[in-house]
């Protein structure tokens, strides 16, 4: 049973924009603070953005001003926009619940964003 769908990723060049969605299965979507996760190639898994159930959001310093997170509580979505985008955002895309990945819900397959000329 698919829980999580990542979609919207793709190849974008330095500087460029890209808009991530996640849907999300289930009936109490809208309690859970949801995040945006990345890993890289050899690289851990990371926590990129997160969003609060009353919409407070928190970044990673690295992404801080360029990338903005956003919730559709009537959609079980939750959205990233990335502007600005560089070549170190080159990464599989994850969306979750912090605190309680795999648990509430299991991970989906990601969505690839490459950054490149």
């Known amino acids: 049973q698919v829980q999580l769908v990542e979609s919207g990723g793709g190849l974008v060049q330095p500087g460029g924009s890209l808009r991530l969605s996640c849907a999300a299965s289930?009936?109490?979507?809208?309690?859970?603070?949801m995040g945006w996760y990345r890993q890289a190639p050899g690289k851990q898994r990371e926590l990129v953005a997160t969003?609060?159930?009353?919409?407070?959001?928190n970044y990673r310093d690295s992404v801080k001003g360029r990338f903005t997170i956003s919730r559709d509580n009537a959609k079980n979505t939750v959205y990233l926009q990335m502007n600005s985008l560089k070549t170190e955002d080159t990464a599989l895309y994850y969306c979750?619940?912090?605190?309680?990945?795999?648990?509430?819900?299991?991970w989906g397959k990601g969505t690839l964003v490459t950054v490149s000329s």
């Open positions: 979750n619940t912090p605190g309680a990945e795999g648990s509430v819900y299991d």
């Open positions: 289930g009936s109490r979507f809208s309690i859970y603070t």
């Open positions: 969003i609060t159930s009353r919409g407070n959001t």
